[in-house]
């Protein structure tokens, strides 16, 4: 009887302490690694400035398309993104190849990164498990 009650107690503890070291997602640091995954993805094709190639490559920097819901972003990266888009006003009709290859972590770090550099601002962060639940 006494010991049950310790072993409820030692669990109770344990659990408030396992709630008080959980840590929020840190954006900051989301993006500092989302440089380095664009760096070695993206930037062939979007740019280090992030502009892209006009009629060729979207820009990503004030990308309007960026203002989509975070599903739609999600899965250019998860499932590629092909045939006519419109970006900033004007027509692509390429192939972005998708980067499934990369972790649930690197995606959401890279869309942290070009949502919020060149200008672009959203401190509402993309999690890797938003990332996950969209892969097929
Ligand atoms: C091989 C070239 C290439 C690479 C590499 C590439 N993209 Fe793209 N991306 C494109 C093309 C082309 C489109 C437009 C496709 C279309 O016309 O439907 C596009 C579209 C997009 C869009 C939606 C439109 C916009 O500009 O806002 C986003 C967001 C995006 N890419 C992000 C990325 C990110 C992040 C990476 C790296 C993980 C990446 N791309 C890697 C070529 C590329």
Redesign the pocket.
């Known amino acids: 009887m006494k010991a049950g009650k310790k072993t409820l107690s030692v669990l109770i503890v344990g659990g408030f302490l396992s709630i008080a070291f959980v840590q929020p997602f840190n954006l900051k640091q989301s993006i500092e690694a989302g440089k380095k995954?664009?760096e070695t993805?993206?930037?062939?094709?979007?740019m280090q400035d992030g502009k892209?190639l006009e009629g060729?490559?979207?820009?990503?920097a004030q990308?309007?398309?960026?203002k989509k819901s975070p599903n739609e972003?999600i899965d250019?990266?998860v499932k590629g993104?092909?045939?006519?888009?419109k970006?900033n006003g004007v027509?692509?009709?390429?192939?972005?190849?998708s980067?499934e290859y990369?972790s649930d972590q690197?995606?959401a770090d890279?869309?942290n990164?070009?949502q919020n550099s060149w200008g672009n601002k959203n401190t509402k962060p993309i999690l890797p498990d938003q990332v996950k639940k969209r892969r097929s």
């Open positions: 995954v664009y993805n993206c930037m062939n094709c979007h892209g060729v490559f979207p820009p990503v990308s309007d398309f960026l972003i250019v990266l993104q092909s045939g006519e888009i970006v027509t692509y009709n390429g192939v972005m190849p980067v990369l690197e995606i890279v869309l990164y070009i």
